[in-house]
DNA sequence: GACATTAGTTAGCACAACTAACTACAATGG
DNA sequence: CCATTGTAGTTAGTTGTGCTAACTAATGTC
């Protein structure tokens, strides 16, 4: 009945207060998403959170990371509609068109109705767009690039697997 | 001169349209936090920025992911102050002078003055808070442990190993 | 040609981050 | 002992990013 009780509340105490006799190791049953998934998840969440958080907070070249991430989705999809680019970046419509809207009025990038069907409108990247693009890259991943020269070389190559997962985790539906 | 053109304009064409002749290679200078570092770091930031998004997406027993992992801080810290808080959280005082006040409305944490020093403010959980977090604990992961349950064995251990870069990464200055 | 579908936009909401400027209290030093 | 300086937190205002609901305009279909 008492809401605060004897095992630890949440149950993720990093660093717990070793004054805990800790329950009993709980082994999850073979396979079940068990507590220890969940564990992980919510780390990894957390992690993710405020890495977002930092990332944000590092300006590059003057965008915004959702204007840097798009910008990065035009270059690759070459000449894409608002919804195949909202799709790419996985925002619903809405989202896209402002956030296009303002990369145009930044000069960015160009928008152009299709000669096929005129509902719809394509973006490509304008010339300074491409030198900003180039700029993102070379220079303002500063921080990240920074976090990562302290890591050895080892741990560097596992940066690489560890991102491709990364990428596997946010990209399937 | 021209400035769209020749090399890719941002050196990381997943998927090139194949309709490109590639013009050379351009491998990287040996060992130098280089371009392909750098294109790692973009990869990453990109993937954080996504996930993010889809986990601002999903609700988390109804608070927001910034409260939710306020909420595991102080769990964590016990009682901060909120200068700590945002030190933890690594937001600016403000933000979390906002991101208790919220919690506090809701219910979830109770906040009171410091004996010692009467400029300072400090938090601690509720019972509604205990609750809560247990609640996101074991229910509202769901998105992230879905994921991760399509992973196999070995995978998910490296799942693990990721986590803790990412923590790493964000972690120190 | 009426009707349904699709692409994108507009409007309005909520949240999360920031900086600058402020209040209240504490600490220090003539 | 009080004036100054420093520190903790708040208030105000701005920006960015996401959403849903409701709309316009064009397309496709029967």
Redesign the pocket.
């Known amino acids: 009945m008492d809401p605060a009780r004897s095992t630890d509340p949440a149950g993720w105490a990093e660093r717990r207060p070793a004054s805990d006799p800790a329950p009993a190791p709980v082994e999850a049953p073979p396979h079940v998403p068990g507590e220890r998934d969940d564990e992980l998840a919510t780390r990894l969440r957390v992690a993710v959170t405020r890495l977002n958080?930092r990332l944000?907070?590092q300006s590059l070249a003057g965008l915004?990371?959702?204007?840097a991430a798009a910008l990065g989705s035009i270059n690759r999809l070459g000449t894409p509609?608002?919804?195949e680019l909202a799709l790419a970046e996985q925002?619903?419509?809405?989202?896209m068109?402002?956030?296009?809207a303002?990369m145009e009025r930044d000069g960015l990038v160009v928008r152009f109705q299709d000669e096929q069907?005129?509902?719809?409108?394509r973006v490509r990247l304008s010339a300074e767009g491409r030198r900003t693009l180039q700029r993102i890259h070379r220079l303002k991943n500063a921080f990240l690039t920074r976090q990562m020269a302290a890591l050895d070389e080892e741990e560097r190559a596992r940066a690489r697997e560890l991102t491709e997962l990364l990428e596997r985790l946010v990209a399937d539906r």
Do not use: A, E, N
């Open positions: 958080r944000r907070q915004s990371p959702s204007q509609t608002l919804g925002v619903q419509p809405p989202t068109t402002r956030l296009v303002g069907d005129r509902r719809v409108w």
